[in-house]
C-alpha cells in the first residue's frame, strides 16, 4: 500500500489488519514506541492523522492510506530542533523519554492549532499522554515556554532557580547530554539494537500461584518448524542464584533457579521458547503440555505467618558463612522439589515457617521510654502492592559475540547483571558484556534480573540473537512491585509533646523470592526513625514469604512506607495531644549536628553505624512549606459535602550506600586535548550521565561539550555497583569528579615539563588552557605532547568513588485537599515539596524528579492497586484499570522547590533527589484528609469507597 | 489482529457485509484495542462514509455517527451536558479517534454518552436492510441491530446533569449516571452506566422522581438494593456503587431544579 509519512508518499508493505505503529517502527519510525500492547492510553504511538492525534496502535494501516500521517521524525533532529522540542529540552522535561517524541508532536499540535493556548488547554492537549518520570509539571512548562518563543524568538527566560554563583555548570540549567537523542527519536533504547535476523523469547507462565509441575511436555513444540529452543525446570542449569542487583555479597537469599519445579505464583516462568518469530514462538508455547499439582497459595501476610501455613519456600538450606548448628535438623525433611536456598550470611529467616527475613533493635531503654510517656498511641498501617509501571517494559536483547555474551539492557545495574548473568550460565565475567542502552523508566524494577539470565542463557545455547520483552500483563505479573506492608508504630510522649518512646514494627510481604526482602522493610525503619530524636526506639522488621506476584525494589525502597506510618503515627500523636502536628515535630525532630544512634543497628545486613546529621534543609523546608499553604488558617469551600483540609511530612532519604556502594570512573585525554569520559554508573534517564560530565567540566575548566560519555559498558566502562539506593549523584557522580581531579594532576605535571614551572605555580584556566608564570600551553599542546613519540602516553585519571560518611537529603512536603463527604473523593488541590538535595547539581532535572516522585506517590495512596482473585491472578493488569495518574489528575496548585545546602561530603556538595520525593504525599494526603473530614485513612489507597467507610457512611 | 479488510463504497454494502466474524470499523479504538472481542475478525471501513456533521434546527440537535467525540466536545450546537459528557471520556488523543457511532454501539459498560444520551432520550437514526429506521437509544442498547447513521435529541434545551465517579480522571468509574427533565412531558428520564449492566434507562429512579419533593440519596439507594445490581469490581464493590448511585440521582435532580439547565 501506499502511505503518505511526513509529506512523503512511501510503497509499503502490510499485512490486512496490520496497525500503522507496526508499519511505521518497520519502516524506521522509531519514534512511533508502544507501552502498552495497543491499550490506548500511554500515547507512546501517538502519531497525527490529517493533523489530528491519534494512537498508531489503534488505527488500521489501510486506514490510514490516503491520509497525512506525522511523525515526530518531522519535526527537528539533534542538530536542528524544532521550537517545542527545544523548550522541551530546556525544560527538562526529557528524562527517560520514552515518549518525549510522542509529547513534541502533541505540543507541536496544539500550538499550530490554538497559539495562546491556556493551561487548561495545555493539559487537554496532552492528556492521552503518560508519563512516570516526571509528574508532567515541566510538560506545561515547556509548552508555556515555547509558546513565549514562537512569538518572541528571543525569548530566553527560565522558569527553574539556578545556585553555585562560583560554579560555571553545576546548579545550572544545562542540556541533559541525550536530550536531543532521545526528543528527536533517535535510536536509543534496547529495542532499536535488535539486529535482523534475530529470534524472540517468549514465557510460558504459571495460570497458578502455588503449585508443583508433576509434569512437562514440550516434544510438539520443539517439533515445530522455526523452533531453537525450549527452557524448562529440566534443561536449564542447575544453578541457584537471586533476581536482586545488590552488591555481592547479597543479603537478599539466593532460592531460585531459572527455570523451577515449584511456581509460586501467577506468572512464574513455566517454559521459554526461542524461535523465528512472534507467531511461531507462540504457537509453540501452545503445545507445550504441563501437568500440575496445585498447592494452597497463601497470599498475605497474615495467612502466610500463620503456624502450619503451607511453605512457599521450603527447600533444603545452606549458607555461605554464618550456619546455624542445628541446619542439618532444619533441613532434614525438606521436598527436593522445593529446590534449595543458599545465604550468603543469616538474615533472620526461617523459610520453613515462611519468614524470609528478620531483623530487630533498639537504642535506650524502650519500655522505661514508654513509662515516662504521659500519652501512649499504637496504630497500624497497611500499604499496598503497587507497580513502578515503566513506560518501555522491560526488555534485552542478547546476542554471542565469537564467544562472548552481549546483552543489551534496560538495567539500573550492569555490573550485577554481568556477575548474576555470569553465574547463571556457569562461565566467567570476561564472557558476558552488558550494554546499558536508554532507559524507558525504572524506577528500581530494572534493579532486578527478571529476563536477561534467560535471554542471555537462550543466545548462549543457540548462538543466535535473542530479543525479550514483556507485554503490560506481564510487567503486571512477574515484574518486581513494592512489598505489601503492615505496620505497627507505638509512640510515647509527654504533655508537652517531648517523645519518650517510638517503637516501629513492619510485616511485610516478599512474595515468592527473596529480592531485598531485608534490606527493603529495613528501609521502611532507617529512613523514618532518625527523623526524629527519641533517647529509646526499637524497631522488629519480618518479611513473609507468599504467592503474591514478585517484590523488589522501588523508588524510596520502603521508605515511602515507612514514612507513610511514622509522620502520620506522629499526626495522630498530635491530635491526640491537642497539639498541631507542625508544632509537635518542630519539638522532636532531628536538626544539623543530631546524631542518628538507631542507624547503628540498622546496617543492610552488616553491623552499622551511627551517623551525624552534617548539612540539613528541614528548618528551611519546613518553614517555607508552611508559608506556602498558609499552615494553620482553616479553609471553607463554601459548600458544607466538601470539607478542606492540609497535612505535612517531614522526610529523609540516604545518598547511596556508605561502606557498600562504590563507584569508578576514568577520563582521557584525546588528541584534540578534549575528554572522553568512562563512567560505571548507569543514567536511568535522570540526568545522571549529565551530572559526571559537569563535574568533570567543572573541574578541568572546559564547556561541556568537551567531554563526551559512555556509560554503563561493562567491557569499556569501570565497575559501579549501580542506579539505586540514591546514589547516582553521590557515588557515580563523585567518581566522575575524582578521575576528573586526578587527570588534572596528570595534566598540571604535563604542563609543568612543558614550562619549565614547578606544578605548583600553574593554574588551570577556562578554557583548557594551563598558565604560567611567563608563558601557558592550552589543553591541545598538552594532548599533542604527551601523545607524541617521546610523549608519557595518553593522560588518564582514575576515579573510586567510596565513603563512610552519610549525607542525608531532607524535604518537608504540604498539601491541602478538598474532601466530598457525600461521594468520599478526594481531590489534591494543592501541594508543595520542598526538598534538600545540598547542591542541585540538574536544578531543573531535579525538579522532575521531585514532581515524578510526588505524582507516583499520589498514584499510590489514592488510585492505583493491583487487584487480585481467590487464585492470586492480578484482574487489573493494564495502565488504566490499574489507575496510573495522567496529566489530568495534577494537583491544581503543584510546585517543587530546592532548599539549598551545601553538604561536606558530597561531590560539589551533592546530595540525592530522586527516591526522597516518594515519601511525602502518603502521610501528607492521609493528614490532610483527617483535617477535612475527622477521618484517619490508615490503608493504601484512600479511595472514595474506603473513605465512605471511613465515615461510616457505608459498611466496613 | 484483525484478519482481513473488507472495503465497501457504500453503507448499503456495509450492511450486506455484516455476518458472523466481520465487523465494523469506524475510529478503531475500541476494535483495534488490547483485548478487543473483535480481535480475529474482518473489518469493514466506514468511517468516510458515515455522516459528520453536528445540525442545530431549533431545539433539535442532530450528531453524524461520524463525528468524533472531540467534534462533538468543540460543537457549539451541543448543549454543555452532553459535550462533557464527551469530554470525560479518555483523553483528546482517543477522542479525536473515537465516532460518536462506534461509542455508541460499543455499550461499554463505562459510557457517559450512552447515558447522557439516554437521559436525553436520543433517537437513533440506524441503517436496516429494510432501510433507515429511527429507534430510540434504549432499545437499540438492547438490541443493537445495524449501521448508525446518526443520534437526535429532539429538545436540546431540556435541563439534565451528570456524574462521573472513578479514583482517578482516566481510571475505570464505579458510576455514570445522568439525569434529565423533559419540559414538555413534565417528566424525569434518568440512565445510569455501571459494570455488568451497561447503561440502563431507570423506570424505577423516574418514578420516585416524579414526587413532589426529590428522594433522598437513601432512599434511592434503597431502592436500588431491589432494582439495579452491579457487579463488584476494580472500581468498588455493589454497595459502594448502589451508595453513589443515591448520592449523584439526587445531586442531578437537584442540580436541575436550581439551575433549570
Ligand atoms: C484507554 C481507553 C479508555 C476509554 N475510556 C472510555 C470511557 O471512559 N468511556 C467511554 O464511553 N468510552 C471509553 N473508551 C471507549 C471509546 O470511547 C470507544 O473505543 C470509542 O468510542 C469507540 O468508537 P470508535 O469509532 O473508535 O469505534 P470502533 O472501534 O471503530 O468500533 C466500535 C464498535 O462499534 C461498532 N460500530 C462502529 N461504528 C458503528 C456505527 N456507526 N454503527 C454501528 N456500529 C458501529 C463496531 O463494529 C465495533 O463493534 C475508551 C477507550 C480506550 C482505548
Ligand atoms: S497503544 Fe498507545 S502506547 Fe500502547
Redesign the pocket.
Known sequence: MKLKINGVEKEVQAYPGEVLQRVLQREGYRSVRDSDDR???AGSDTVLLDGKPAYAN?VLAAQAEGREITTAESLGNPRKLSVVQQAMVDSGVVQSGYNAPAAALLITELLHRRPGASREEIIDALSGLLSRATGYMQYIQAAELAQARLQDPSYTVSATEEFCDDLVHVGKVREKVDARKLVTGQRAFVEDMVEPGSCVLRMLRSPHAHAYITDIDTGAAEALPGVYLVITWENCPDIYYGQAGQGFPEPSPYDRRMFNRKLRHVGDRVAAVVAENEEIADKAIQLIRVSYEVLPPVMTIDEALKPGAPAVQGGEVTYVSGAPEDLDAYNRDSDPREGKIIYQFPIGADPKRNIAASVSGSVGDIEAGFAEADTVIEREYVTSQVQCTPLEPHVVYAKMVDDKVVIHASTQVPFHLRRIVAKALGISENRVRVIKERIGGGYGSKQDILLEDVAAYAAYTTGRGVYFRFSRVDEFTANSTRHPMKISVKLGATTEGKLTAVQMRVRANTGPFGNHCLTVPMNACSKSLPLVECPHMSFEVVTCYSNIPPTGAYQGYGAPKGSYAMMTALAELAVELGMDPLELVQRNRIRKGSVLEILKCLGEGREGAAATVESCGLDEALAQGAELIDWGRKEESGDPDIRIGKGFAMVQQGSGLPGLDQSCADIHMLGDGSFMLHSGGADLGTGLDTVSVKFAAEVLCVDMDQVSVISGDTDITPFDTGAYASSGTYFSGGAAMLAARDLKEKILEAASRMLGEPASSLELRRPGTIAGKTSSVSFLDIARFTQSGTGSGELAGYGCFTTEHSSFPYGAHFCQVAVNVKTGEVAVQKYYALQDCGTPVNPDLALGQIYGGVLKTIGHSLYEEMCFNEEGRCINPTL?DYGVPMITDLPQDFRAKLVFTDDPHGPFGAKSVAEISCNGASPAIAQAIHDAAGVWMRRWPFTPEQVLKALGKISQ | MIREIIPVSSLEDALDAIHDGT???????????LGSP?ENDAVIP?DRL?PREIIREGRRLTIG?GCT?QDLCDSTEAPVVIRSAAK???SRT?RT???V???I??R?D????NAVLTSYGAILTVLKTEGARRVEIEEYLLHPQG??LEATVSDVTMPAAFRRISRSSQGP?ALVCAVGYDLAAQRWRAAASATSLGTQRLFWVEALLQEPQIPEAEAITRAAGGEWSPAPDVAGSREYKQYLLGVCIRECAEEIRRTGS
Open positions: 491499550e490506548g492510553f489503534l488504566r | 465487523c465494523l470499523i469506524a475510529g478503531g479504538t475500541e476494535v483495534n484495542r473483535r466506514i458515515l455517527a467525540l470525560r471520556a479518555a482517543l479517534m473515537a465516532t457511532g462506534g461509542n454501539a460499543s461499554r463505562d459510557s457517559y454518552l449501521i448508525i468509574c
